[in-house]
């Protein structure tokens, strides 16, 4: 069959790619088929065309798969947030464990690792503690809305269209974070549409509003909010932050950061106080952390302690080993896992976060965790002892290969990695091979109706 671009063709879905796209074949040339799951027979356009395999979006579902099931959430299909509503959470898990599982295998060359089954999310909706909507003069319209002369095409307040920087959805709820979340949302939305302040131009970087960006805290029911615009302007952004005060009182924190940068990131250039405290309280197990509008963690909080106590229970503590923490953050992982060793050292390149790593020891009368600011690359040689086991949580890009040659020069009797990138798990695998063995790979689901998925690894020395 001649397949070219803007042709339209009858496709059988067999399997899944990494990434969420459907796999289908045509006299053995590769198709890729996006908002597909396998067993799904769809007619398609052809949208690229390459030589070893072709791309092609849904026209039309001819016949659905026993596996899909009707999404939630009414803008499925075109938000780019959470691309798998309408495919059953068991097939999600199933799928996630065979990429970790296939990964190993093709990338680092690992055949028959333990690939342990998924560890399902404890909640598949209102899981995330942390959301951004980006605020837009140009509004992006479903299909339903082409042609409404009653929509207001010139505001969005809310999320990209998958691909695109400046196509935005203006949405009234996502089922991904807490309910209490929409309605703060919108609270907002009809503030900003009375402003006399003009919404950001994601094209001209013209404009005022910029971000709403909203914490939650799971422990304590409270949240923090963060406006984000391109200027100061007490006299617009206060009695914003008067009125959310007001009207929810579990708001505890609201602040405004400011940037006149035209990179499209929710961090402000330097930070308002607006009301409230200055930041988010949370807790992971029976520790609390602190948490500030630009502070990093895990956006699953639930998550987080099925995804740590697998790091427990893979560096098999036993109260007398010294650990090392590589990419150890604002210090999460050394504070869990601090009760269960003698002494544990992280490593961690952002100066801001070793200062709050250092700032949760002590407000969890933590003794026994130190921390280095350094790259990785560097500090290594400033190690004295062996440590007996280590601990890494790398970026998505993994490790870098002179971190990996220091990995292998402090020559730890076992390795924990945390990975949330299997490809690079893989890779970084591959490179240590002659001297760790894989034992175990344990993947943790810690953002449900994605293709993405955390795993946590045990190497042994050979």
């Avoid at 609201?254 to 949370?282: F, R």
């Avoid at 992280?346 to 933590?366: H, Q, T």
């Amino acid at each position: 069959m001649n397949i070219k671009k803007g042709r339209e063709i009858e496709l059988e879905v067999t399997d899944l790619a990494f990434g969420g796209k459907g796999i289908a074949k045509v006299d053995g040339f590769t198709v890729f088929v996006e908002q597909s799951v396998p067993g799904d027979r769809v007619m398609a356009r052809i949208i690229k065309k390459k030589k070893n395999y072709a791309e092609s979006r849904v026209v039309a579902l001819l016949s659905p798969s026993p596996d899909r099931i009707q999404a939630p959430c009414a803008y499925s299909g075109f938000c780019g947030g959470c691309k798998w509503q309408f495919f059953k959470y068991e097939k999600q898990l199933e799928y996630k464990r065979r990429h970790v599982a296939e990964s190993l295998a093709h990338i680092g060359g690992f055949e028959n690792v333990t690939v342990h089954p998924t560890k399902a999310s404890e909640k598949i909706f209102e899981y995330r503690n942390k959301m951004e909507f980006s605020a837009s003069d140009r509004r992006w319209l479903l299909p339903h809305e082409l042609g409404d002369e009653n929509i207001n095409i010139d505001f969005a307040l809310g999320l990209h269209v998958p691909g695109t920087f400046h196509k935005v959805l203006d949405i009234d709820q996502c089922l991904i974070h807490p309910s209490a979340g929409n309605d703060i949302l919108n609270t907002v939305k009809l503030y900003m549409k009375s402003s006399p302040r003009p919404l950001y131009g994601l094209r001209s970087h013209e404009g005022f509003w910029r971000f709403l960006m909203l914490r939650h805290s799971v422990a304590y029911d409270q949240w923090l909010v963060n406006i984000v615009t391109s200027d100061k302007d007490l006299n617009e952004v206060q009695p914003l932050a008067d009125i959310l005060c007001e009207k929810y009182p579990k708001i505890v924190s609201v602040v405004n950061n400011v940037t006149a940068s035209k990179a499209g990131v929710a961090i402000g250039e330097y930070e308002i106080h607006l009301a409230g405290e200055s930041c988010l309280k949370e807790k992971l197990g029976p520790y609390e952390f602190e948490i500030s509008a630009n502070s990093f963690f895990q956006t699953n909080t639930r998550g987080a302690e099925a995804l740590y106590d697998t790091v427990k229970e893979y560096a098999r503590l036993t109260g007398t080993e010294n650990v090392l923490d590589l990419y150890s953050g604002t210090g999460t992982i050394p504070i869990w896992l601090s009760d269960f060793a003698k002494e544990i050292t992280g490593v961690e390149i952002v100066e801001s976060a070793v200062a709050d790593a250092r700032e949760n020891c002590v407000k969890n009368g933590v003794a026994n965790c130190r921390f280095m600011v350094g790259d990785i690359r560097e500090v290594g040689s400033k190690i004295s002892r062996t440590p007996d086991v280590l601990i890494i949580d790398p970026p998505r890009t993994g490790m870098h290969k002179d971190v990996v040659n220091q990995v292998l020069a402090l020559n730890p009797k076992r390795i924990v990695y945390v990975s949330c990138n299997p490809a690079t798990l893989a890779r970084d695998a591959a490179l240590m091979k002659d001297k760790y063995r894989i034992a175990e790979v344990q993947p943790v689901d810690m953002f449900p109706h994605t293709f993405h998925i955390e795993a946590v690894a045990r190497l042994e020395a050979i």
